[in-house]
Nanobody, 115 residues
Framework: QVQLVESGGGLVQAGGSLRLSCAASRIIFSINAMGWYRQAPGKQRDLVARITSGGTTNYADSVKGRFTISRDNAENTVYLQMNSLKPEDTGVYYC?????????WGQGTQVTVSS
């Protein structure tokens, strides 16, 4: 069974940076896209950034210019570089992999930005 393992979360001051990583425990074939979603307390899970197999990216308006998503196709790994972090970026960040046959979610990693 494939698992997505996220790492890189933590506590950081406003203006700081973090880099999230998400790696699949086994090779996933026919991936269409990989992405990161954020869920703040009491709110729904929303898209932060997404990258397709062809390299097309899209970002939530709130993170444009501050966050960068990238992927390593050979390693089935996706990264999220987060710069100029704000308190409103606080939440649990989930990795998502969209493959042809099914979608996978990671267990989430907590990001807390203090003011």
């Amino acid at each position: 069974q494939v698992q997505l393992v996220e790492s890189g979360g933590g506590l950081v001051q406003a203006g700081g940076s973090l880099r999230l990583s998400c790696a699949a425990s086994r090779i996933i074939f026919s991936i269409n896209a990989m992405g990161w979603y954020r869920q703040a307390p009491g709110k729904q899970r929303d898209l932060v950034a997404r990258i397709t197999s062809g390299g097309t990216t899209n970002y939530a308006d709130s993170v444009k210019g501050r966050f960068t998503i990238s992927r390593d196709n050979a390693e089935n790994t996706v990264y999220l570089q987060m710069n100029s972090l704000k308190p409103e970026d606080t939440g649990v960040y989930y990795c998502k992999v969209e493959a042809v046959l099914r979608t996978y979610w990671g267990q989430g990693t907590q990001v807390t930005v203090s003011s």
